[in-house]
């Protein structure tokens, strides 16, 4: 990691957000933590992940395994989406190769008005605690990233019981019980505005939203049951005053909805090139993305290729974040995530005035 003097490092990825210039394009990689890293999978042997959740000190040395191996702009907490559900009383399991799973998921109505409402001292001290010590071990070098699920992709585990590829009981609940589906999605976005805030409070400086799964809704249907809770977390996390980022993928379809709800930045995949979705979600905001994370397994020239074509897309404009269009995938070699950070640091590197 660089000294603490980098002060143009330590601000890249802030001032992007808020599209001020920068020396050259910030780079984070989302799931940058992941399974790719052989000191993660050496961890994994001894930990479950929910563990290394829940731990500070293991959260705080997993945000770090990344950030001490490349030379990324930003960290991520080491958490999951699903965390904040255990407050409201449900009980969830990760499990190898499949993700979240919760045994008795929510689809009636009793279930739904059960749900406790969540504090954030008191369900996760834990998280705050690490927030606090990555802050410490990161001494100002970058800035640390908090996130939460957003409402809609967590109402679709909570309601799928399991990975929400097809959405079923998902959209019923939506068309048979808007009522329900309000209510149920107006006690998440009460969760999310407490654990975001309280993130805040801990430390974190920036903020991204994942609605990993909201692609699967048309415009219409993203309109009417979604964008309000959304737009009402924008609106409330402004008082923060941390740049906030709008993320979800297969969102083609969906950017000037999503711009709407809000964020200061908002998450393309690689199914759109990017200066169509910058257009789309408009020029006072900040983008972030949106090279193909499956880039990562071809030869290094091929990640330059593709990268640059993403950075000539964005043509130098303040307000681009770098980042993979989704998640890292496992396996992804190290080496070419080096590559990566480096060549973007490198290719977008602007003369200093
Ligand atoms: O850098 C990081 O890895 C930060 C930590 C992080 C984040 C930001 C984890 C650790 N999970 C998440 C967010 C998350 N979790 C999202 C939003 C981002 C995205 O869309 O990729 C989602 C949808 C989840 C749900 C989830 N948890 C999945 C996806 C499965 C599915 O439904 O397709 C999985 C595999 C998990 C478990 C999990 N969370 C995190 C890790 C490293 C793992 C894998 C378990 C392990 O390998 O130890």
């Not at 293991?58 to 191996?69: D, I, K, Q, S, Y």
């Amino acid at each position: 990691m660089p000294s603490r003097s980098d002060t143009a490092r330590s601000q890249r990825f802030l001032k992007a957000c808020r599209r001020e210039a920068t020396d050259c394009t910030p780079i984070w990689i989302m799931r940058q933590a992941g399974r790719y890293l052989p000191e993660y999978r050496k961890l994994r042997e001894k930990h479950a992940m929910l563990e290394l959740a829940k731990t500070p000190e293991l959260a705080t040395r997993v945000t770090l395994l990344p950030v001490e191996r490349f030379d990324l702009d930003a960290a991520i907490l080491f958490s999951d989406i699903m965390v904040p559900l255990w407050g409201m009383g449900v009980p969830f399991r990760i499990e190898e190769s499949v993700g979240p799973v919760i045994d008795d998921p929510l689809r009636t109505e009793a279930a739904i008005r059960d749900l406790k409402s969540f504090d954030a001292q008191r369900d996760v001290p834990f998280v705050l605690e690490a927030i606090r010590q990555i802050r410490r071990e990161l001494d100002g070098r970058i800035p640390l990233i908090g996130f939460a699920g957003a409402p809609f992709t967590l109402a679709s585990y909570l309601i799928e019981g399991r990975s929400p590829r097809r959405l079923r009981w998902t959209k019923a609940l939506m068309f048979d019980r808007p009522d329900l589906w309000d209510e149920l999605m107006g006690r998440l976005t009460d969760t999310v505005i407490a654990y975001l805030t309280a993130q805040v409070a801990a430390g974190a400086q920036a903020l991204q939203l994942f609605d990993s799964w909201v692609g699967n809704l048309s415009p219409a249907q993203y309109a009417t049951f979604v964008q309000p809770h959304s737009r009402r977390i924008f609106q409330a996390l402004k008082e923060t005053g941390v740049p906030l980022i709008h993320f979800g993928t297969e969102t083609s379809a969906l950017l000037e909805r999503m711009a709407e709800a809000g964020g200061d930045v908002v998450g393309a995949d690689w199914r759109i090139p990017l200066d169509e979705a910058w257009r789309r979600i408009g020029q006072d905001r900040g983008i972030q993305g949106n090279l193909d994370p499956a880039v990562l397994f071809a030869g290094s020239g091929v990640v330059r290729r593709e990268a640059g074509a993403v950075l000539s897309l964005a043509g130098g404009r303040p307000g681009h974040v770098f980042n993979l269009g989704h998640g890292i995938l496992p396996e992804t070699p190290v080496e070419n995530v080096a590559c990566l950070v480096d060549f973007v640091h490198e290719a977008s590197r602007r003369p200093a005035s």
